[in-house]
């Protein structure tokens, strides 16, 4: 990995963050993170990853997101002082909702147990 796309995915992380706020209309109930950026060594494409609350949201959230991917991206291209708008792509990042099913399932054993 290049010295500088540690600095660059950070970048788009934060960058895209405000941007999604910015720019697009999600339910008012919900969360979305971007809990990590994985940019190809010469920038021309980023896995963004995104952790979406509740869970019941993340499939039409996602297809809004990839819906609007393009609007995204130029946002971005404005912001970032790069030679190239990496062309994202949005992926579901499930780690979350993994660790609420866990935590449910355990508090379920500790109730029973009681």
Excluded at 22 to 35: D, H, Q
Excluded at 51 to 63: H, K, L, N, Q, V
Excluded at 77 to 87: A, E, I, Q, R
Excluded at 91 to 104: F, G, L, S
Aim: aromatic fraction near 6%; charge should be positive; glycine fraction near 0%.
């Amino acid at each position: 990995m290049k010295p500088r796309l540690p600095s660059v995915n950070m970048l788009i992380q934060k960058d895209l963050s405000a941007i999604i706020r910015r720019v697009l209309e999600l339910p008012p109930a919900s969360l979305v993170t971007i809990t990590k950026v994985r940019s190809a060594a010469n920038l021309q494409s980023a896995k963004v990853f995104v952790s979406i609350m509740p869970d019941s949201e993340a499939r039409p959230i996602m297809d809004y997101l990839a819906k609007n991917r393009f609007i995204l991206q130029q946002e971005l291209f404005k912001n970032l002082k790069t030679k190239f708008s990496p062309k994202i792509e949005f992926v579901y990042d499930e780690i979350e909702a993994r660790a609420n099913k866990i935590e449910r399932i355990l508090d379920g054993l500790q109730n029973s147990n009681d």
